[in-house]
Every structure is written in structure tokens, then in C-alpha cells.
């Protein structure tokens, strides 16, 4: 309204002008009927609502604007209306459903109030028209729902929590990873989830969440119903109303009690492995020392032994007094060998371990230790174990310790190849015999290292003792088995013979 | 020296070949020398010699497989396993495969010189019934010892004898002081070679 215009004056308007712009120009329809239910006005926008031109429906019974089984009804409604003054839409208004012209129907929201015009009562109706609002609200329902069947079928739980900690909604995931269904949490304080010495947790996280703060994969401990514990990992976030305040929490937990358990027992391994390394370097260094200083010792004694034989030919003070040296010096030797003797007997001792074993389930565990926490996850690995493999009488440590290190052995030559594949297979040779074959396809052992591949010392790896292949040569030896490297056009393979347990 | 006599010996460590070669010649045998299975088996040697001495540890082709590489060529001229490991299956493998013995490393020379001696010498005297020594020392074992010595020979570990048999561990470990001490072996090792050659050694 602009200040240079005078305010119209109603109190002395022309009503019936007032009237008519009113109901020509209102975008919900309006009807004024008699006490009988017959049509006396319809303004402009019932006849776009129900599809019927004005004079086609004046007089005629309000009732035709609506579907059966209100169509027949209708007089009937209005005659108890008069009769009892029992109003159930007079004065109070609700939902309906229109018909229009052509039989299809509609929702409309209809208000009725009730007057008098030339001392007649009437009642007028207004119309509005709800088709939008409702396929509006369907969409909205359909959206929810599918937000709710997505957040159901999530393998996590989710969930929301007001800030006593009143859980106010619970999926199906929730139900799943702690035993509780809706019904049963829905109203409760979600504390029953909590062991006992991490309540004091909830206290936190509700305290942050009223200053607004979330929590971002936290991991922690609760308790299921059937009591058990299980890990998981914990987001929350702040609800807030329309308002900005903040309502509640929502929670995402994930169980990783798996994962868990999975990391825990790779761990395990590696500590099994780091330990069957510690074992087998001390036992095994010393039993290729042990066989080292035998080559050597050898030789002295042969040597002496020689000497003494030339000498004692000799008829002479001085080589007589050589012969005595000789003797001496050759007692030494042997005492250097009883030593050795003594050492090996005792690492011998650990023949005592021997165990019927399954050589393809030691493959098979060997495996796992091989690749546990290595990067090498892209080694395309072929495994091949013969289903009929006789047992083996053998230190289940000791020879799963040799197939790690031709694995590993393997994996390592493969490292920055573009082929990296390592074939592993178990088969009978005769019936004595079981085999084991680790391929690979590096660049494979040359010349002057494949010689002196088993020897003690002997590596081509930066950062190795080179002990590994002399340890397991050593190993199989003990086993009355074999371990050689065989002719291969590429790569290298590996092989290790060992005696059946029936072998005889 | 005669042919009667080559010793032909196979070692990859040089000094412990040429260190046997000088004791042989020391005592006024004819030796030939290889450092590889496959370089013996390559040369003439292979066709006078009369005594064999391999290493069972050898890269390319070890003491046993030269064996089985013998066996199938048809040649039974006494082979002795020498060994750095006193292992009783491996011991066991080699004397299956047809050595008539095998010496652990490192060895006096009389322990070498002995076995030569029986491996040269005409086959009559070292065959089981023939030595009466054995066949007494052999009675002389009660029934259970016999079972732990033939479970020995076979090459089980103390602990798989153990669980054949249904006894402690322990009580193997007697047995087995026991059938050494009367056998008079000194280590399994000689009593295997024994009872296979079914020769007391002495």
C-alpha cells in the first residue's frame, strides 16, 4: 500500500462488489448450499476443481460432487446434522475426497461454516484442493522410506540417541551386531550396551555431543546381549531440531571383531615366525658351523695323518720327536672334532619333535606365514597339492621353516619383476618319496651362485646372512630327505625331497 | 700299486680330497681324485676303480644320487659315504642304496684305513653269517631290545620308536645305551652299519 493513496473505506463499500471479488478471484473453491443440500453459488474456481461449468451444477444437489458412498449419503448427513446438531465437518473442517465431472476423484481439504442469507440457513464450503500436497507428502514418504531401508540394510549399525541417552531409533544392523531388536531398545538408555568400566564413556561422548561436538571412528568395546564383547568403531554426531538446538545423537558402529581377531592373529603369527627364526638361526648356525669346521678339521687330520706315515719312515732322533708332535697335534684335531660331535648331538635333540605331518597342510600353514603382513599381495600364487600325498615322519617347525624360506626366497627374486608368479606343488616320487616343488619367475641362480647355493655365507641379497638355504639343507638333511636346485629354462625352482614316514 | 687297488675319491672341498689323496698315498694306495660326481663319472677311473669314496653333500649331484647313477649303470664296486652329518636316515639311505659304509667327518685315519680294508676285501668275510662275532652279540639282545634296534634301523627318531613300541621316551634312550653297549657300537651311526652289513667291524 502506498502512502498517496486514500485506504478504502469498507464500512461503507459496496458488499456485493467486496463479495464478488472475493470469490472470483480466491484460488480454493467456494460453495454455499441450502438447508437441503442444493447448490445456490459456486464461484469461479470449483469449476476448475470439479471440471463443471457454474449453471451446470446451480441447484442441482451438492451431493453430486462427491464420489459413493457420501453421494447417496449426503442427505442424510445433513438431515441428522439439523435433527441432532451433531456436527462431524460443520465449523470444524477435514480432508475429503471430490469428484469431478468425469467421475475421477480428488483430495480436498473442505471447511464448512454455517449461516443464514434472507433468514434461509446455508452453508458454505470452502474447497481446497490437496492433489499436489498429497503426491507431495508420497514423494516424501517414498524418499524416507527408502532412506530408512537404506540405513536398514546397513551392515553397520545405525542409530539415534537423545541427550539422556534414550535410544530413539535402531536398525536392522543394530539388531544384528548387538542382539537387541528395536522393540527392545527403542525407549531405553543405550548404557545396557556398555561393560561396566567403560560407562564413564557415554557420560563423554553425550558431554561433547551437547557442546556439538562428533566423534569420528572411535574404537571401543561393548557388550552384546548374549554378554559377549565385541570391538567396534564408533562415529557420532549432533542431531539438531529446526532450530539449530541440539536434540540427540546419531551413531554409526561398525564390528570389527573380525578384523580384529584377524589382525590379532596375524600378529601372532609373526611372533611365531619371528620366534621359529630366532630357534632355527642359533640351532641351525651352529650345526652349519658345526658341518663348516668338519671340512677343515678333515683335511688336518688327513694331512697329519699323511705327515705321520712319512715321517715314522724315518730313522732319525728329530723325526722321531715329530712323530711324537704329529700324535699330539692329531689328538687335538680329534678332541676339536669330538666338540663338534658333542654340539651336533645335542641339536640332534630336536629329532624328538618328529610328528606324523600332512607335507600339504604344511604347506598350506607355511603359506600363511609367508605372506602374513607382506606387501606382496600381488604375487599371483598357483598352488598344486596332490590329494594323495603319503605322511611324512617329520619337526613340523623345522620343515615348514624351510618351505617359508623358499617362499620368501622366491618372492623376494620376483620383486620389482612384471611376471611375478610362484607355483608351489606337492606330488609322490615312487613310494618312498613325497616332493615338494617352489618355482618362480625372477631372473633365477647363475652359474657360480647356483654351485655354492647351499653353502653357508652365500647370498645375492643386499641385505642377507645367507644362511637360509645352507639352515635349510641342514634341515632336510636331519629328515633323510633332499634339497637341491633344478634346471629351469626360467625363473628358479626349488626342490625338497623327503622319505615317507612308511618309506622302508 | 695296482689297478687291484684305485681308490677313486669324490669331494668338492678341495683340501679334504687332497688331504685323503696324501694319506692313501701315504700308505701306498693308487688314488684318483674328482671334485664332482659328474667329473668321475665322465672319466676312465670309473672303469679299474675298486673302491669308492664320496662325499654324500656334493652341489649338482650328491653321494647318493652318484650311487643310484651307479646302480643303474651296472657298476657294484664298493662305495663308502662320507658324511658331515651322522644323521641315522641318511646314514640308513646310503647303506640301502648299497654303500657298504659311511664315516662321519671329521675321521682318524684308522676308522678310514678299516673301512677301506673291508671294502677291499673279498666278499666272503664280510657277509652276516660269516662273522661269528655279530651273530653273538646279536643273541645276546632280549626281545624288546631287537624290536627298538629293527625300528632304529629303519631310521626312526627316538620319539616315533617311543610311539610304535607304546613307551616312554626314557625308556627308548636305555634300550638304545643298551644295544650299543652290547653290540659294542660306538654311536648308532656304526650299529646301523653293522647290522646292515651284518659285520661286526672287527
Known sequence: ???????????????????????????????????DGHIIF?????????????????????????????????????????TTGDAHIIGIGREVTGRRKDGS??????????????????????????????????????????????????????????LNGIVTSWNSGAARIFGYSADEMIGSSISILFPPDRLSEEEEILRGI?????????????????????????????????????????????????????????AKLQEELAHIDRVNVVSQLSSALAHELNQPLTAIMNYVGAAKLRVSAIEDSNANRAETLLDKTLEQADRAGAIIKRLRAFLEKREADRTTQDLNALVREALAISF?????????????????????????????????????????????????????SSYKVGTQNVELSVSDTGPGVHGDVAAKLFEPFVTTKASGMGIGLSICRTMVEAHGGRIWLAPSEKGAVFKMQLPTRDND | MSDQNL??????????????????????????????????????????????????????????ALQDELNRRGYHFPVIIITGHGDVPLAVRAMKAGAVDFIEKPFKQDVLMDAVSRALAPPSSSRASDDPKFAERIAELTD???????????????????????ISFRTVEIHRARILSKMQAASVAQLVRMVITGNSGS
Open chain 1, 42 to 82: 459456486s464461484n469461479a474456481a470449483c469449476e476448475k476443481l470439479f471440471q463443471y461449468p457454474a449453471q451446470e451444477i446451480a441447484g442441482q444437489n451438492v451431493s453430486m460432487l462427491m464420489p459413493e458412498p457420501y453421494r447417496s449419503e449426503h442427505d442424510s448427513y445433513l438431515d441428522h446434522y439439523k
Open chain 1, 372 to 424: 602374513v603382513g607382506s606387501a606382496d599381495d600381488d604375487v599371483e600364487l598357483i598352488v598344486d597339492l596332490a590329494s594323495d600325498l603319503p605322511a611324512v615322519e617329520v619337526d613340523r617347525v623345522q620343515i615348514e621353516q624351510v618351505i617359508v624360506n623358499l617362499v620368501r626366497n622366491a618372492v623376494d627374486a620376483m620383486r620389482g619383476g612384471d611376471e611375478r608368479k610362484l607355483s608351489i
Open chain 2, 144 to 166: 624288546r631290545e631287537r624290536e627298538v634296534l629293527d625300528l632304529l634301523i629303519l631310521g626312526d627318531a627316538n620319539k616315533v620308536i617311543a610311539q610304535k613300541l607304546s
Open chain 1, 105 to 162: 476423484t480428488f483430495p480436498m481439504y473442505l471447511s464448512v461454516g454455517e449461516g443464514h442469507l434472507d433468514r434461509r440457513r446455508v452453508f458454505v464450503g470452502i474447497v481446497h484442493d490437496l492433489t499436489d500436497f498429497h503426491a507431495e507428502a508420497e514423494s516424501r514418504r517414498k524418499s524416507d522410506q527408502h532412506l530408512l531401508a537404506v540405513l536398514d540394510s546397513s551392515e553397520d549399525a545405525v542409530l539415534s540417541k537423545d
Open chain 1, 210 to 266: 551437547r557442546a556439538g561436538k562428533a566423534v569420528r571412528q572411535y574404537e571401543t568395546t561393548r557388550r552384546r546381549k548374549d554378554g559377549m564383547e565385541i570391538s567396534i568403531s564408533l562415529s557420532v554426531s549432533p542431531i539438531r531440531d529446526e532450530n539449530g538446538q541440539i536434540v540427540g545423537a546419531s551413531k554409526i558402529a561398525r564390528d570389527i571383531t573380525e578384523q580384529r581377531r584377524a589382525e590379532a592373529q596375524s
Open chain 2, 7 to 64: 681308490i677313486c675319491l669324490v669331494d668338492d672341498d678341495e683340501s679334504v680330497r687332497e688331504s685323503m689323496r696324501e694319506l692313501f698315498e701315504a700308505k701306498g694306495f693308487r688314488v684318483e681324485d674328482f671334485r664332482s660326481a659328474l667329473h668321475f663319472l665322465a672319466g676312465n677311473a670309473l672303469q679299474s676303480c675298486k673302491c669308492l669314496i664320496a662325499d654324500i653333500r656334493m652341489p649338482e649331484m650328491d653321494g647318493l
Open chain 1, 1 to 35: 500500500m502506498t502512502p498517496n493513496r486514500d485506504p478504502i473505506d469498507f464500512s461503507h463499500a459496496d458488499h456485493s462488489g467486496l463479495f464478488d471479488i472475493l470469490a472470483s478471484t480466491a484460488v480454493d473453491g467456494i460453495i454455499i448450499i441450502d438447508s
